[in-house]
């Protein structure tokens, strides 16, 4: 019969040791962390960068990745895209009572092997079990610590008329997998989740340029809502392109089918860029020799300083102003 | 086929139909003294010329009116409230289309009722509801059936469904609207002056040309039968408006791939065979006589009004003017609650609710 | 007042066809559209084929639209 996470593997006793030493300790590697209560850690000098975010996907295991995946790149983007060098995460899982002990297996594995892309270390942990039907299967908390080193700080106030605005690829991705994954409106699709550690990409374009002004990974609420914050919290105007933005053709047959709009939806492996008028094409490129930029786009400009608004210059010619999400996107007939 | 969707959608294309839609537009101004008005009867309609720019890049030329084919937005209050007083029951599943989630009733939304506990699901097919219901016999499953000609006739399948394969713990709450009845209304009351309609595309996919001959024949009003894309409507725009300067009152059909002059006679005959002519009540008009379908008597074992008989109280007013905006009569900025007390995140009427809501379409596409 | 969407049968069989719609799939009723056949367009709402595309008619009505802005249109 296939092994579960019982109660007992959350009591602290021979379960939760055996559990903690043979899953976690084995493949993130910190034994020597794991004997004290605290991981102590050295930083190099440099501005700390230091981020948390907790992951419920639904389901766990999707096209592309799992909730694992996302939950250290999840970290190591939020790191990264403040301009950080992400060095270390720590773990928190809440795990439903009765779920597969291979699952678990398989997402722990997954999180090591992310982890290493970025040359991360899991440097600390905890795991809780709930009674059926307090959690959904599986969450995790992770939180990471990065250093930005002395220089390499980003400046996102000095954004000006001109600069570009840079997508590193296609968007809605994760968005419509999840949709799919989910089955509950009957869609299905080979497309794969874009969840991935955007910290080497990053890297790549930081070095081939020293324009860049700022970066978000636009997660929950889409590219337009992502931008519509960098406008606000700001004060810059954009506009962007409808047209120029890269949406590949399965997610925007999912949003046709489901009257969507692939704007809005989330990606769990892209960055947008802010960069600094005659840079755009060495950020493009740089992002381009990538396997994860391969599709980077030029999608618009900051237009002025002062309010903070985004515009879409629509194909006709004319432009409407984008508002963040309201609320959740629900699919709709009419 | 997949070529034909790019061109439906060029921009060059697009950006030529628009230059020569001002340019006849124009010619109609000079010809009649007003900009040509013309009301696009549905709320996809409605969504589709906000999200594309063509409202906004008109609005100096053409008056592009919405009209009463949001299904949501024409719901009456009573109604909606009598939807969200089902989900009390207990055991049941109420099952829905994700347009009615958030719709304002006098006492909470759906959305309200499901984070309360109670178990409301979103489908994308009512045939999904009955497949729910065959899954959880100890539940009742209802499915809330709002819809004009183009979603009654899959309504009739989810009862043809259910029906046919004996499901007991299945009914449906349907209100549905027609448009010739509506359309009707607001010609005979006069109230908003128009050069012609924008006819819906997929509700003529099941009704057909044919049917619009009522236009013609007693009005003398000329209509455009449109699809959804860019380049379709732009297209029909301009059509109706050569209609207008060659003083010619017919019905062009300029989404011929689907429409048909007799329409879906297999989804005519599925809509006779369930459901039978009804006076239902719309927002902001009141009752109008046999304006919509509701379940046969055949089958009031699916009908859930019969099943489940809801008592609600007369709703309280607001300011909300919902009702004028789906006639027609003013715009959604004339409204004292838009973009103020009534916005997507909180609405106060369904036009701001649903996504091809007057209301709606303006708050997200044609604001500043 | 309906989203509808163009989608190619990819299967059928006596009820319901595997569509395909720019690469994401689902099953549709295929009550309304007795006669579809596999590589056919069908327009999709609510999970039901309204109508079989007519591929013919979308061809000529795009000929069409070109001519009313070059002029040719009579």
Redesign the interface.
């Known amino acids: 019969m296939k092994e579960r996470i019982s109660l007992e593997h959350g009591e602290g006793g021979e379960l939760t040791h055996r559990l903690i030493r043979e899953l976690f300790v084995e493949h993130f590697g910190h034994h020597d962390q794991a004997r004290l209560d605290a991981a102590l850690l050295t930083l190099p000098a440099g501005k700390i960068a230091y981020t948390t975010d907790t992951f419920v996907v639904s389901p766990p295991f999707f096209q592309g990745g799992n909730i694992g995946k996302i939950a250290v790149a999840g970290t190591v983007n939020d790191l990264a895209v403040s301009g950080a060098h992400p060095l270390y995460i720590t773990c928190g899982y809440i795990i439903e009572e009765g779920f597969p002990l291979d699952a678990l297996r398989t997402i722990v594995e997954t999180m090591a092997e992310e982890a290493k892309k970025s040359g991360v270390r899991i440097v600390g942990g905890d795991t809780k079990v709930v009674e059926k039907g307090s959690a959904d299967g599986i969450f995790i908390n992770t939180a990471g610590i990065g250093v930005i080193p002395p220089g390499e700080e980003l400046h996102p106030e000095e954004m000006e008329e001109g600069d570009a605005v840079i997508v590193s690829g296609t968007v809605g991705d994760h968005g419509?997998a999840i949709l799919?994954a989910r089955g509950?409106?009957?869609?299905?699709?080979?497309?794969k989740s874009d969840c991935t550690s955007l910290y080497p990409l990053i890297s790549n374009v930081r070095k081939a340029s020293q324009g860049i002004r700022m970066m978000r990974d636009p997660t929950r609420g889409g590219l337009a809502t992502t931008l519509v914050e960098i406008c606000e919290d700001f004060h810059v105007t954009m506009e962007i392109e409808e047209?120029a933005i890269p949406v590949?053709?399965?997610v925007?047959?999912?949003c046709?089918?489901?009257?969507l709009d692939p704007l809005y939806l989330a990606n769990e492996g892209k960055v947008i860029l802010i960069v600094r008028k005659g840079e755009e094409e060495k950020v493009l490129q740089a992002l381009r020799e990538t396997e994860e930029g391969r599709e980077a786009a030029l999608i618009g400009r900051v237009t002025r300083r002062g309010e903070g608004k985004l515009f879409l210059r629509?194909?006709?010619?004319?432009?409407?102003?984008i508002?963040r999400l309201?609320?959740m996107q629900?699919?709709?007939?009419? | 086929m997949e070529p034909i969707l790019k061109e439906v959608q060029d921009a060059g294309l697009g950006q030529s139909l628009l230059r020569e839609v001002i340019r006849l537009a124009d010619r109609f101004k000079e010809k009649y003294g007003h900009p040509p008005a013309y009301m696009e009867v549905c709320g996809s309609h409605t969504h589709a010329l906000a999200r594309t720019g063509i409202k906004r890049a008109l609005k100096d030329h053409v008056r592009l009116i919405s009209g009463p084919g949001c299904p949501v937005c024409v719901t009456d209050q009573k109604t909606i409230d009598a939807m969200i007083a089902l989900t009390e029951g207990e055991n049941r599943i109420i099952c829905t289309f994700g347009d009615m989630l958030r719709i304002p009733g006098s006492k909470g939304s759906l959305l309200k009722a499901k984070t309360e506990g109670k178990d409301i699901r979103v489908v994308y097919s009512p045939s999904d509801s009955v497949r729910i219901a065959k899954e959880n016999p100890d539940n009742e499953v209802i499915f809330l059936g709002v819809g004009f000609e183009t979603t009654i006739p899959v309504l009739g399948i989810a009862l043809k469904e259910a029906w046919e394969d004996g499901v007991k713990n299945f009914s449906m709450w349907v209100t549905t609207k027609l448009v010739e009845p509506v359309v009707r209304y607001l010609l005979d009351s006069g109230e908003a002056k128009l050069d012609g309609f924008l006819l819906p595309g997929h509700v003529s996919v099941v009704l057909g040309k044919n049917q619009y001959s009522y236009l013609v024949d007693e009005y003398g009003v000329p209509g455009v039968i449109s699809g959804f894309e860019m380049n379709e409507m732009l297209s029909s725009i301009y059509l109706l408006i050569e209609l207008g300067l060659k003083e010619e009152a017919k019905i062009i059909n300029n989404y011929k791939s689907v429409v048909k002059d007799e329409g879906n006679p297999q989804a005519l005959t599925i809509m006779e065979t369930f459901f039978t002519p009804n006076d239902e009540a719309w927002r902001g008009i009141g009752v109008i006589p046999k304006s919509g379908l509701d379940i046969r008597e055949e089958y009031r074992s699916l009908n859930a009004k019969i099943r489940f008989p809801v008592t609600v109280g007369e709703p309280i007013k607001t300011k909300c003017r919902c009702g004028e905006i789906i006639r027609g009569l003013v715009g959604p900025e004339d409204c004292p609650l838009f973009g103020k007390a009534c916005t997507p995140m909180k609405p106060i009427g369904p036009c701001m609710v649903s996504s091809e809501g007057s209301c709606s379409a303006h708050y997200k596409y044609l604001r500043e | 007042m309906c989203v509808g969407v163009p989608a190619k049968v990819l299967e059928r069989d006596e009820f319901t066809a595997k569509v395909d719609v720019l690469g994401s799939q689902m099953t549709v009723g295929i009550l309304l559209v007795p006669d579809v056949q596999v590589g056919d367009y069908v327009l999709v709402h609510a999970g039901q084929a309204l109508q079989i595309v007519d591929e013919m008619f979308a061809v000529v009505s795009i000929e069409e639209w070109r001519k009313l802005v070059d002029g040719t249109h009579s």
């Open positions: 419509v799919a509950e409106l009957g869609i299905t699709t080979e497309m047209n590949k053709r399965e925007s047959g999912a046709d089918i489901l009257g629509m194909p006709l010619g004319s432009t409407r102003r508002y309201s609320g629900l699919p709709r007939i009419c």
